[in-house]
């Protein structure tokens, strides 16, 4: 199994949903974050001021699903967030070594 994290706009929240849904994805997580990449922040204007955001804010996104899924999900995340400009951000996949749904005791895909 693999955990697909990815950190996106979140103005993309939505398609990026829609898009895992669509591939049979049930269940995700999302988290509100800051963080920057090579862009480095940037510079803005408040009441005749500038000053400089270092952290951007970008919506984490976490979803378990099965090695056969893995490739559609990660498709699916880049074709909906794609916009082409800096700061589109960045998808991780990882091992995930056993899943357990707590209610009933399930384990590997069958919890997911």
């Known amino acids: 199994m693999k955990r697909i994290t990815a950190i996106i706009k979140p103005f993309k929240l939505d398609e990026v949903r829609e898009g895992l849904a669509g591939v049979g994805v049930t269940g995700l997580t999302v988290t509100d974050v800051k963080g920057f990449g090579r862009q480095k922040g940037h510079t803005e204007l408040y009441r005749g001021a500038e000053y400089v955001v270092d952290f ?7 979803v378990i699903v099965d090695d056969s899924a ?3 999900c990660i498709e699916a995340i880049i074709s909906a967030a794609r916009t082409g ?8 996949v990882s091992d995930v070594e056993q899943v ?4 009933t005791g399930e384990t590997g895909a069958d919890a997911v």
């Open 56 to 62: 951007l804010p970008k919506i984490k996104v976490e």
């Open 70 to 72: 893995c490739e559609r």
């Open 100 to 103: 357990i749904r707590i209610r």
């Open 85 to 92: 400009k800096i700061g589109d951000g960045k998808i991780f």
